[in-house]
């Protein structure tokens, strides 16, 4: 029988790679089954995902997958890249030794990618190196809060990244990755904070190409 926080992780992981894009119908009843719970677990699992945006619960209609809104958009990145200001301010008085070396294996399968068409699997790592990522943030709130607004966004990219140029989005993320390495071996979190401010900035400049749209400007 799996945990509730076990079915949140799962069922978050599968909105934000899309393998419930959005839209989708979720069935209490389907999940109950599938997890071996009953419907009460999974009722409050769905209900902290409606907290977070990624979908809706109603009467009529059930629970949807959400999709997400320009405007919306626009607020939240714009508040990722205050937080993200934040973390060079706000980060962990420790930081665990192996850290560099999760992140440098991280590194090589981004790059192994290159040669693996598979943006799913790309989204998938990214994620990875967001949740790598959270240990650097020493304040519980802010790790909590930047947290759910990645998720809100994540999908965000995976979506249009079949139509994006594959290799330079690629090196994109190792390149990020590796800067951030370079910051944490230097035992600089702001120069880590300023790789990782520099690179969603890059990616929204990217999005905005793609979506004809500022969502920052």
Same mark, same amino acid.
């Given at each position: +029988?799996?945990?509730? #926080?076990?079915?949140?992780?799962?069922?978050?992981?599968?909105?934000?790679? =899309?393998?419930?894009?959005?839209? %989708?119908?979720?069935? *209490?009843?389907? =999940?109950?089954?599938?997890?071996?719970? @009953?419907?009460?677990?999974?009722?409050?699992?769905?209900?902290?995902?409606?907290? *977070?945006?990624?979908?809706?619960?109603?009467?009529? @209609?059930?629970?949807?997958?959400? %999709?997400? $809104?320009?405007?919306?958009?626009?607020?939240?990145?714009?508040?990722?890249?205050?937080?993200?200001?934040?973390?060079? &301010?706000?980060?962990?008085?420790?930081?665990?030794?192996?850290?560099?070396?999760?992140?440098?294996?991280?590194? $090589? *399968?981004? %790059?192994?990618?290159?040669?693996?068409?598979?943006?799913? &699997?790309?989204?998938?790592?990214?994620?990875?190196?967001?949740?790598?990522?959270?240990?650097?943030?020493?304040?519980?709130?802010?790790?909590?809060?930047?947290?759910?607004?990645?998720?809100?966004?994540?999908?965000?990219?995976?979506?249009?990244?079949?139509?994006? #140029?594959? #290799?330079?989005?690629?090196? +994109?993320?190792?390149?990020?990755?590796?800067?951030?390495? *370079?910051?944490?071996?230097?035992? $600089?979190?702001?120069?880590?904070?300023?790789?990782?401010?520099?690179?969603?900035?890059? +990616?929204?400049?990217?999005?905005?190409?793609?979506?004809?749209?500022?969502?920052?400007?």
């Amino acid at each position: +029988m799996a945990s509730t #926080d076990t079915i949140y992780q799962e069922l978050r992981e599968r909105i934000c790679l =899309l393998h419930y894009p959005p839209g %989708t119908a979720l069935s *209490e009843g389907t =999940l109950a089954e599938e997890f071996g719970v @009953s419907r009460t677990p999974i009722r409050r699992v769905l209900q902290r995902l409606e907290f *977070e945006g990624l979908v809706t619960i109603s009467r009529g @209609s059930g629970t949807i997958v959400t %999709t997400v $809104d320009l405007k919306s958009l626009k607020e939240v990145y714009a508040l990722r890249l205050k937080l993200i200001e934040l973390t060079g &301010e706000l980060a962990a008085s420790r930081i665990p030794a192996n850290h560099v070396e999760k992140l440098e294996a991280l590194a $090589d *399968e981004v %790059t192994a990618m290159g040669d693996q068409y598979d943006p799913r &699997e790309l989204g998938r790592l990214y994620n990875r190196f967001h949740d790598v990522m959270l240990v650097v943030i020493g304040n519980r709130a802010l790790r909590q809060f930047s947290d759910q607004l990645f998720h809100q966004t994540a999908r965000v990219w995976l979506q249009i990244l079949p139509d994006l #140029d594959w #290799d330079e989005e690629v090196q +994109m993320v190792v390149e990020e990755i590796n800067e951030v390495i *370079e910051g944490l071996r230097a035992g $600089d979190i702001q120069q880590v904070a300023e790789a990782r401010h520099k690179h969603m900035r890059l +990616m929204l400049g990217r999005l905005n190409d793609y979506l004809g749209s500022a969502l920052i400007g």
